[in-house]
């Protein structure tokens, strides 16, 4: 069966510092990967997907990118934390990119920037 | 602009009774619908999709309703249980896109007393 696995699962970081989240798939090939942010009161917000190795789209202008180094690997990165990047980080992969196809979501990153 | 509305940020039901939750949409013709499952601190898990020509679909107790002349869908957790209580998010799908178009709405926390 096809498991998802983020981590970390907290993080706190000081304003400025360098950001990495890291998200594997296990038990499929080549699915569609996206990294969403979730905060309070507000729906689930698309970050970056990838429809293959080494192509990101991205959905949000910020400081924020993301890579996919290998074929089940979803990087999210910062150069510079700023206050407004806390939140709830999800990694989440699909097994086909057309509409419908179910998303299935990892236990995501509780980010906190002081 | 596009808008997702979920009835209310929270609801509380009987145990044994049926829950209802809505969702409406306005400036959105989506090609589909999805409905998810949040527990706290964890990501989202995918229950059931509804497409625009569908009128309903059932899985155990679930129940998804949609009307696109209303422009809701309605979500109904029939004999509930504590168990159940969760936040419900409702996602909206367009024609010819793929999940990255896919919009969510805040969602409802729901509590089951027992």
């Known amino acids: 069966s096809q498991t998802i696995h983020q981590w970390p699962a907290t993080l706190v970081q000081p304003v400025g510092s360098p950001l990495s989240l890291e998200c594997t798939v296990e038990?499929?090939?080549?699915?569609?990967l996206y990294w969403y942010r979730q905060a309070a009161g507000r729906g689930l917000q698309l970050l970056f997907y990838s429809v293959g190795i080494g192509q990101i789209s991205s959905e949000v202008p910020q400081n924020l990118s993301a890579s996919r180094p290998q074929d089940r690997q979803f990087i999210l990165s910062s150069k510079k934390l700023l206050l407004s990047d806390s939140g709830f980080y999800l990694c989440a992969w699909s097994a086909q990119r057309h509409g419908g196809s179910p998303l299935h979501f990892g236990n995501g990153t509780r980010l906190t920037v002081t | 602009s596009q808008k997702i509305e979920q009835n209310s940020e929270a609801l509380n039901i009987q145990e044994g009774k049926t829950a209802t939750l809505t969702c409406n949409y306005t400036n959105y013709s989506p090609a589909y619908l999805q409905w998810y499952r949040q527990d706290p601190g964890r990501g989202p898990v995918f229950l059931l999709l509804i497409r625009e020509n569908e009128k309903e679909k059932r899985k155990e107790r679930l129940k998804v309703t949609f009307d696109t002349t209303l422009k809701q869908s309605l979500f109904h957790i029939t004999a509930s249980q504590p168990a159940d209580s969760a936040t419900y998010l409702c996602a909206l799908g367009s024609r010819g896109f793929g999940n990255e178009k896919l919009t969510f709405g805040t969602g409802t926390r729901l509590t089951i007393i027992p």
């Open positions: 038990g499929t090939s080549n699915p569609n």
